[in-house]
């Protein structure tokens, strides 16, 4: 079984260049995690584009048999 960490470093690999592709189709420059940031505008958030995106091109984890992708 991969520890959590290793399994948080593959998810960060597999969907980074997806949240790439989403900001840089909307003319963004940077992306922040929400923790961070003070003052933002919602109008630009791309929260739902990503999650609907990455569900769509990783999956949900689950393979037919009912197991969790490790």
């Given at each position: 079984?991969k ?8 998810f960060?690999r597999?969907f980074?260049?997806?949240?790439f592709?989403?900001?840089s189709?909307?003319?963004?420059m ?12 919602s109008?630009i ?5 990503a ?20």
């Amino acid at each position: 079984m991969k520890s959590l960490k290793k399994e948080e470093a593959e998810f960060l690999r597999l969907f980074i260049p997806i949240l790439f592709q989403i900001v840089s189709e909307q003319g963004g420059m940077i992306l922040f995690d929400q923790r961070n940031v003070v003052l933002f505008d919602s109008s630009i958030d791309i929260t739902q584009d990503a999650i609907e995106t990455i569900d769509r091109v990783l999956g949900d984890g689950i393979v037919s048999d009912g197991k969790m992708i490790e």
